[in-house]
Nanobody, 123 residues
């Protein structure tokens, strides 16, 4: 059974940066695709970024150029570096992963979820 634990959320001013981490139990090699989703109050869950075991990345248009997803298989950890944060980035951010699929979408996520970490961008 795979467990995902997020950390790194918090309160940051507009224009600031945060780095989220997702620690996975078990071997990351068994997690073919990993990604970050977010959900703000009253909004649908949104796919933010994904990364495959081979390092191929994909980003939502709203975060392209500001966020960077990466993974360290040796440390069983995935990261989301968030720069130039905006108030509209405020949401609970969730780590997501699937051992078999090569991609995930907002409506068809991977089978494993973390508990989420709150990111608040406000002055």
């Amino acid at each position: 059974q795979v467990q995902l634990v997020e950390s790194g959320g918090g309160l940051v001013q507009p224009g600031g940066s945060l780095r989220l981490s997702c620690a996975a139990s078990g071997s990351m090699f068994r997690l073919n695709v990993m990604g970050w989703f977010r959900q703000a109050p009253g909004n649908q869950r949104e796919l933010v970024a994904t990364i495959t075991s081979g390092g191929r990345t994909n980003y939502a248009d709203s975060v392209e150029g500001r966020f960077t997803i990466s993974r360290d298989n040796a440390r069983n950890t995935m990261y989301l570096q968030m720069n130039s944060l905006k108030p509209e980035d405020t949401a609970v951010y969730y780590c997501n992963a699937d051992p078999y699929r090569t991609s995930v979408t907002s409506t068809f996520p991977g089978r494993h979820w973390g508990q989420g970490t709150q990111v608040t961008v406000s002055s």
